[in-house]
């Protein structure tokens, strides 16, 4: 993607998060943010102080199991039904090879040989007989067969340990019968029952975190991804994120499901450009497109010359789309003609659509264009850089390195190499070296802003804030009329935590130019931020995207605004554009995975609302 050589992005995308907080903190804090601090809080307390009673929900069962081992009895037939293969809360407890640890043994289970000679044998019972008895019996016959069945998953003998936990449900629909002989499906590999058993455990007991976790690696190993981080999630948030294996489990389901959603979409996707603020913001990176093609006195330019111009031209006016639909033409004017003689602007041409190709994430199209160019000119310095911008993409930063070398030999007094070189040390977060680059572009050349700006943004981030600031007031008596400039400048001052000047400063910005989307998006987030005042949050957001309905930023903190405001589906809506936004397959991979776990949180909301307003009303 492109942003990583942009002056515009490489610390704008940064800032944008960091001043809504919602920096790349982890799955456990994109999950927290999705519900308010106090619920997820009182979430905790109400499940800790209320069902400490069993692992699947049984309460009194598990204080009898630990009662017992405190006294230590050794009538084990007494005791209290538990989990058995995954009993520890194991996302891997549901495979056979765990079933059989000590740790995953159901409560009561001897290891003792089974026999069945001395036991009771109410499976052979029939319905009408049941129906007679009174709660104490049923519950007594149910724990009978349920420890047998204990005893028969101990020995692997699965088919009978079912059999017996589904005698066990005739007299009791006890929601730990369902997850024991759901651990037996495991070990079985039937997942599709192990998910039919767990959620009618779950339906009889919504906060039994063993049979989420069972149920939720049995989607995994079915590929039910969002189906699985549901249940990751649910165990995350029941357990006050504090369960660590749900919470890496979701971590590893996530990547699963975002990596694969990804590379389809990549796939059958056809190339775009992305939105026109990005694409301005990348330009701005350099000095200039190319140099205009002129014929010589009493000459005409060749066809593909003047199309590169006319590309020039429409470059020049925004107007990107035109403007790669000319230069298209000039390639291919070459092309066919089979030969560049007579064209005087050759290397520039292919270089120009090299730049397109990589700005619409077409890497082998803009790799073989940018050779083109090369062929033509071997020291086409702009050529060079926008190869190294490619190589940045593909995180080669060795080649990126090799490539401004070259550029900086070819032409020492390039301001536009220096710059770019400093832009490659910002990602490495080597500042110092980067501040070492921006001052020599700028001093190359005096009338080149960007370096002046990145070089403010850079001191602000080594700490240097009295250098910053005197960065960005000489550049702004230099260019007055710079909107990006006031932009930056206002974003440096948000972070230091000044939102009444950095809103001046949007505002500036926003009155220099009303068609840049980027101060809309600033001053929406510090008016947010500042005051709380979502309105004309809202307001200003909504005119960004009025003037670039494909930036990704505007979309980006609509998304978290209406977050922040508990309006999830208008949260999810613009996440969803956010992931058709996304240039790169790595862009896409992150867009996805905040959709997802925002998707999560949502349903549990929708779907546990008891358990929220028992969490409410629980608090002090």
């Known amino acids: 993607m492109a942003e990583s050589t942009t002056d515009n992005t490489v610390q704008k995308s940064a800032t944008l998060l960091e001043r809504l907080n919602l920096q790349e903190r982890g799955w456990k804090f994109y999950a927290a943010a999705s519900i308010p601090p106090i619920v997820v809080a009182s979430l905790a307390l109400w499940y800790y102080s209320s069902s400490r009673d069993g692992e699947a929900g049984a309460s009194k069962d598990e204080d009898k199991k630990k009662s ?94 079912i059999e017996l936990y589904t005698q066990a449900l005739r007299f ?19 997942n599709d029952k192990v998910i039919a058993d767990c959620t009618s455990a779950l339906k009889l007991e919504p906060r039994y975190v063993k049979a989420l976790m069972r149920r939720a690696q049995a989607n995994e190993n079915t590929e039910r991804f969002r189906d699985s981080l549901y249940d990751f999630t649910t165990a995350c948030i029941l357990e006050d994120f504090n369960n660590t294996l749900a919470a890496t489990s979701a971590e590893r389901v996530l990547k699963k499901l975002a990596e694969a959603e990804a590379r389809e979409r990549i796939e059958k996707r056809e190339p775009r450009l992305p939105s026109k603020s990005f694409i301005s913001g990348y330009l701005n990176s350099f000095r200039s497109c190319g140099d205009e093609a002129v014929a010589a006195e009493g000459e005409q330019l060749s066809e593909a010359d003047a199309l590169y111009n006319e590309a020039l031209s429409f470059i020049a006016l925004q107007d990107y789309a035109n403007g790669i639909a000319s230069i298209d033409k000039a390639v291919a004017a070459i092309d066919e003609a089979g030969t560049a003689d007579g064209v005087l602007r050759a290397d520039d041409i292919y270089s120009l659509s090299g730049m397109f190709s990589f700005l619409k994430s077409s890497l082998d199209m803009s790799a073989a264009r940018l050779d083109k160019a090369l062929e033509f000119n071997p020291k ?83 700490g240097k804030m009295q250098d910053a600031l005197a960065t960005f007031k000489e550049a702004m008596e230099r260019f007055p009329a710079r909107s990006d400039l006031y932009n930056y400048y206002g974003e440096v001052l948000a972070e230091q935590g000044g939102p009444d000047d950095a809103i001046t400063a949007f505002e500036k910005a926003i009155e220099l130019d009303g068609a840049n989307p980027l101060p809309y998006v600033n001053q929406a987030i510090a008016v947010f931020q500042s005051s709380g005042n979502a309105d004309k949050a809202l307001t200003l957001i909504q005119a960004a995207l009025k003037v670039d309905s494909e930036c990704e930023l505007a979309v980006a903190a609509l998304s978290q605004i209406y977050l922040q405001l508990g309006m999830f589906e208008e949260s999810l809506s613009m996440l969803r554009r956010a992931v058709d936004l996304a240039k790169s397959e790595e862009e896409m991979v992150s867009a996805i995975t905040f959709r997802e776990t925002t998707a999560a949180q949502y349903r549990f909301m929708k779907e546990h609302p008891d358990l929220l307003n028992k969490m409410m009303g629980a608090m002090p």
């Open 380 to 462: 086409h310095v702009r050529s060079l850089l926008r190869k190294a911008n490619l190589f940045t993409e593909k995180r080669d930063l060795d080649m990126v390195s090799q490539l401004l070398e070259m550029a900086c030999e070819i032409e020492p007094e390039n301001a536009e190499a220096f710059f770019q070189k400093g832009q490659v040390d910002f990602l490495k977060q080597d500042f110092a070296e980067a501040a070492k680059n921006y001052e020599r572009a700028a001093g190359l050349d005096p009338d080149f802003v960007y370096p002046r700006i990145q070089l403010g943004v850079v001191q602000f981030k080594i």
């Open 172 to 190: 009791d629909k006890d929601p730990v019968f369902y997850s024991n002989r759901a651990a037996c499906y495991a070990a079985e590999n039937d």
């Open 68 to 161: 017992k081992r405190k006294a230590k009895k050794s009538k084990k037939s007494a005791k209290p039904a538990d989990e058995s293969a995954a009993a520890s809360s194991s996302a891997a407890g549901a495979s056979a090879g765990d079933a059989s640890s000590s740790a995953g043994k159901p409560a009561g289970a001897s290891t003792a040989s089974v026999g069945e000679d001395d036991e009771e044998r109410p499976e052979s019972m029939t319905d009408a007989q049941i129906a007679a008895l009174d709660g104490a019996a049923l519950k007594k016959l149910a724990q009978s067969l349920k420890s047998r069945g204990n005893k028969f998953f101990q020995a692997k003998r699965y088919p009978k340990a």
